[in-house]
């Protein structure tokens, strides 16, 4: 599976004066990985170093089995992206994107890209910078979907979305992962958008990948057990990741909950979710 | 390169506010002044700026991120940069020289082919410069440094320029001796030794933007 990761970090590492990244992260054919992380972690830099829009200091990383910087137009017509802080000129209108679109990208499906933004009301004659966040990002995404990409780079694709658009978007993801051997990277700050779509998340923090888990497992295989000091103290702690003081007591983290649900029964066991495992994973250990 | 050169061609195509304006201005200096070649150069010069606003308006709100995310590599970038500056410049270039001629005409002023052309090889050259000097610039400090960049080039040019006159007087070489050299060249030679200095500059310009793109980060 090594050689046939659509995206491969190895070791990679961008250092600037207070920030370091570094990471190891794959993305499977096939696959739907998250990265998640507070702001700050590291996920704009990760998504900039695949992109080639940073340069790294380190490491090796390889899109489509080639060295990141060696891309050619060729691969990057084969990746669709989506970018937090960036986007089209503002000064354009979304029925002026469309010859650029059609040049820039040979498989650009034009009827398809009119379709999908009419049904995501993405009016055709205003000024981009007219767009609220939550249009520009639609945009990108319909663009970033639009031309047959095996690879989505998606970096906050639902930021500033109600809910409504952000399930229209995350059905639209999933229709575009219905084609064989596509891939998507993605991060967002709503947990409850990984949890449902993502095959295995990443979480990363300070630069650091800190767990890599697949999101079946995670959420049914982690928990977090609430305990007082007295029954922190009998715990058997071989299968703590994470603990954190509280009030009551600890919460610890698991990936081992079936574990203490059998051995321990009278304590309390909440579900593993990301959220939770921000909280912890960030944390230092009490 | 070619969607980059119609994005480019739509930037322009939305700045129809700024071309009626210096249109106007250009239309009313034909009307009031007798002499046209204050208008061509001024329209010359003015309209040389367009291409430029499209690197700003690239650069804007951290756009060139996305831009260079798509399949456009930095050099092909930088490429359609300078050859969409100095083709838009030749072209509104040719319609000034219309323009102006025209209102020549229309206005019985009598103006000499010779001097036309002169006219216009002055304003293009001063294009051309403009233009390998703000490329780099732009390139190198983005659309919100590159004004306190850009003002200090141009400063920087007027003083070789002021320079340069002050060291032909030291060397006592006047306006004659100049006017002199430049007859026995021809206006032939003139053009040819312009265009071969617009192909020298504009071309180092380029390679300097090439090496500036490929070090920027996004």
């Given at each position: 599976?090594?050689?046939?990761?659509?995206?491969?970090?190895?070791?990679?590492?961008?250092?600037?004066?207070?920030?370091?990244?570094?990471?190891?992260?794959?993305?499977?054919?096939?696959?739907?990985?998250?990265?998640?992380?507070?702001?700050?972690?590291?996920?704009?830099?990760?998504?900039?170093?695949?992109?080639?829009?940073?340069?790294?200091?380190?490491?090796?990383?390889?899109?489509?089995?080639?060295?990141?910087?060696?891309?050619?137009?060729?691969?990057?017509?084969?990746?669709?992206?989506?970018?937090?802080?960036?986007?089209f000129s503002s000064a354009l209108k979304v029925k002026e994107?469309?010859?650029?679109?059609?040049?820039?990208?040979?498989?650009?499906?034009?009827?398809?890209?009119?379709?999908?933004?009419?049904?995501?009301?993405?009016?055709?004659?205003?000024?981009?910078?007219?767009?609220?966040?939550?249009?520009?990002?639609k945009l990108q995404v319909l663009a970033a979907v639009s031309?047959?990409?095996?690879?989505?780079?998606?970096?906050?694709?639902?930021?500033?979305?109600?809910?409504?658009?952000?399930?229209?978007?995350?059905?639209?993801?999933?229709?575009?992962?219905?084609?064989?051997?596509?891939?998507?990277?993605?991060?967002?700050?709503?947990?409850?958008?990984?949890?449902?779509?993502?095959?295995?998340?990443?979480?990363?923090?300070?630069?650091?990948?800190?767990?890599?888990?697949?999101?079946?497992?995670?959420?049914?295989?982690?928990?977090?057990?609430?305990?007082?000091?007295?029954?922190?103290?009998?715990?058997?702690?071989?299968?703590?990741?994470?603990?954190?003081?509280?009030?009551?007591?600890?919460?610890?983290?698991?990936?081992?909950?079936?574990?203490?649900?059998?051995?321990?029964?009278?304590?309390?066991?909440?579900?593993?979710?990301?959220?939770?495992?921000?909280?912890?994973?960030?944390?230092?250990?009490? | 390169?070619?969607?980059?050169?119609?994005?480019?061609?739509?930037?322009?195509?939305?700045?129809?506010?700024?071309?009626?304006?210096?249109?106007?201005?250009?239309?009313?200096?034909?009307?009031?002044?007798?002499?046209?070649?204050?208008?061509?150069?001024?329209?010359?010069?003015?309209?040389?700026?367009?291409?430029?606003?499209?690197?700003?308006?690239?650069?804007?709100?951290?756009?060139?991120?996305?831009?260079?995310?798509?399949?456009?590599?930095?050099?092909?970038?930088?490429?359609?940069?300078?050859?969409?500056?100095?083709?838009?410049?030749?072209?509104?270039?040719?319609?000034?020289?219309?323009?102006?001629?025209?209102?020549?005409?229309?206005?019985?002023?009598?103006?000499?082919?010779?001097?036309?052309?002169?006219?216009?090889?002055?304003?293009?050259?001063?294009?051309?410069?403009?233009?390998?000097?703000?490329?780099?610039?732009?390139?190198?400090?983005?659309?919100?440094?590159?004004?306190?960049?850009?003002?200090?080039?141009?400063?920087?040019?007027?003083?070789?320029?002021?320079?340069?006159?002050?060291?032909?007087?030291?060397?006592?070489?006047?306006?004659?001796?100049?006017?002199?050299?430049?007859?026995?060249?021809?206006?032939?030679?003139?053009?040819?030794?312009?265009?071969?200095?617009?192909?020298?500059?504009?071309?180092i310009s380029c390679l300097v933007s090439f090496r500036l793109?490929?070090?920027?980060?996004?």
């Open positions: 599976m090594i050689e046939s990761a659509l995206l491969d970090f190895e070791n990679v590492r961008k250092v600037y004066k207070d920030f370091e990244l570094h990471v190891n992260l794959k993305v499977e054919p096939g696959y739907i990985t998250g990265l998640i992380g507070p702001n700050g972690a590291g996920k704009t830099t990760a998504f900039k170093s695949a992109l080639g829009l940073i340069h790294t200091d380190g490491g090796r990383l390889k899109v489509f089995g080639k060295p990141a910087e060696e891309l050619a137009p060729s691969d990057r017509e084969n990746i669709g992206v989506v970018l937090a802080d960036s986007g994107l469309l010859p650029v679109l059609s040049h820039l990208y040979p498989a650009f499906s034009r009827q398809e890209f009119i379709r999908q933004c009419d049904r995501f009301e993405i009016p055709m004659e205003k000024k981009i910078g007219q767009f609220s966040t939550g249009m520009k990002r031309h047959g990409a095996s690879l989505l780079i998606l970096d906050e694709p639902t930021a500033g979305m109600d809910v409504i658009a952000r399930d229209q978007l995350l059905s639209l993801l999933r229709e575009y992962m219905e084609t064989d051997g596509r891939s998507i990277l993605i991060s967002s700050h709503i947990s409850s958008d990984l949890e449902g779509f993502c095959d295995d998340i990443y979480l990363i923090h300070e630069g650091k990948i800190l767990l890599h888990e697949e999101t079946d497992r995670l959420l049914n295989q982690y928990g977090l057990l609430k305990v007082t000091k007295e029954q922190y103290a009998a715990l058997d702690q071989r299968y703590i990741l994470k603990t954190r003081k509280e009030g009551f007591g600890y919460s610890c983290l698991t990936d081992q909950k079936q574990f203490y649900m059998e051995n321990y029964p009278q304590i309390i066991i909440e579900r593993g979710s990301i959220d939770e495992l921000i909280l912890m994973m960030n944390r230092r250990d009490a | 390169m070619t969607g980059c050169l119609i994005k480019d061609l739509m930037l322009i195509k939305n700045q129809k506010q700024f071309l009626v304006i210096i249109g106007v201005i250009g239309l009313m200096m034909l009307i009031i002044y007798d002499n046209p070649s204050f208008v061509f150069g001024y329209l010359t010069v003015m309209l040389s700026f367009l291409p430029i606003t499209t690197l700003a308006y690239d650069d804007a709100e951290n756009g060139a991120a996305y831009l260079f995310s798509l399949p456009v590599t930095r050099r092909g970038y930088v490429a359609e940069k300078y050859l969409f500056s100095i083709g838009f410049t030749l072209v509104t270039g040719a319609v000034v020289y219309g323009v102006v001629w025209g209102g020549c005409l229309l206005k019985r002023y009598s103006i000499q082919a010779e001097e036309m052309g002169m006219l216009l090889l002055a304003s293009l050259s001063i294009s051309v410069l403009f233009l390998a000097t703000a490329i780099p610039v732009q390139i190198r400090f983005g659309s919100e440094r590159s004004r306190i960049a850009g003002a200090i080039v141009m400063c920087s040019l007027f003083v070789i320029c002021y320079g340069g006159a002050r060291l032909l007087g030291a060397l006592s070489i006047d306006e004659e001796t100049l006017e002199r050299a430049a007859a026995s060249i021809g206006t032939a030679g003139i053009a040819g030794l312009a265009i071969t200095a617009w192909i020298v500059i504009y071309g793109i490929a070090k920027r980060e996004f």
